[in-house]
């Protein structure tokens, strides 16, 4: 998940990624997979008798900023639309969260557009992908079989590619399903 704060465009519209925020592609995979809000994230917080590195004494409540922030905004979007889809598998979730996110996210510059090494997909709109009309599905098997292959990983039906390597020519299927009703 890469990490951004909402509404700090110079121009004054999207979003900027943080300059923490990872960049990929990581391994076989491009990451990150998609993006969301991680800065000046109000989150709980044990409160400790004294101030520590961790945070001030007493506090319940902070505004936190990272991967740890950004990663639960996935999380949520996740179990909201597995209630609203219980008939799809993780895949097909995480499909459509990454084919339908808002690729309108600038680098940390506030100006240059973020690149997919920088944002994946883009940022989550789950209300897009609610009204998504396919999706892409990988499961946990087929990430085990074609996983760990730097030639075969490409092949697996995710909503992105990465080919890490190249053999000469290189060809990927992709399969589609359908979920629209139409």
Do not use: C
Request: glycine share 10%.
């Amino acid at each position: 998940t890469g990490t951004f704060t909402a509404g700090e465009r110079r121009d004054g519209a999207g979003d900027v990624m943080a300059a923490f925020s990872s960049r990929g592609p990581a391994g076989l995979f491009m990451k990150p997979d998609i993006t969301a809000p991680g800065v000046q994230i109000l989150a709980g917080h044990t409160p400790t008798p004294e101030a520590t590195t961790e945070g001030p004494a007493g506090q319940y409540f902070q505004a936190i900023a990272g991967t740890s922030m950004s990663s639960p905004h996935i999380a949520g979007s996740a179990a909201l639309m597995a209630a609203l889809r219980p008939e799809w598998t993780p895949g097909q979730i995480k499909s459509a969260l990454m084919t339908t996110a808002i690729e309108d996210v600038v680098k940390e510059d506030g100006e240059t557009p973020a690149d997919p090494f920088d944002l994946g997909a883009g940022r989550v709109d789950l209300a897009l992908a609610a009204k998504t009309g396919l999706t892409f599905d990988a499961s946990a098997d087929d990430m085990e079989a074609l996983g760990k292959d730097e030639v075969a990983a490409p092949q697996l039906n995710l909503p992105s590619i990465n080919a890490s390597v190249m053999p000469g020519k290189l060809v990927v299927e992709r399969v589609a399903t359908n979920v629209s009703g139409r």
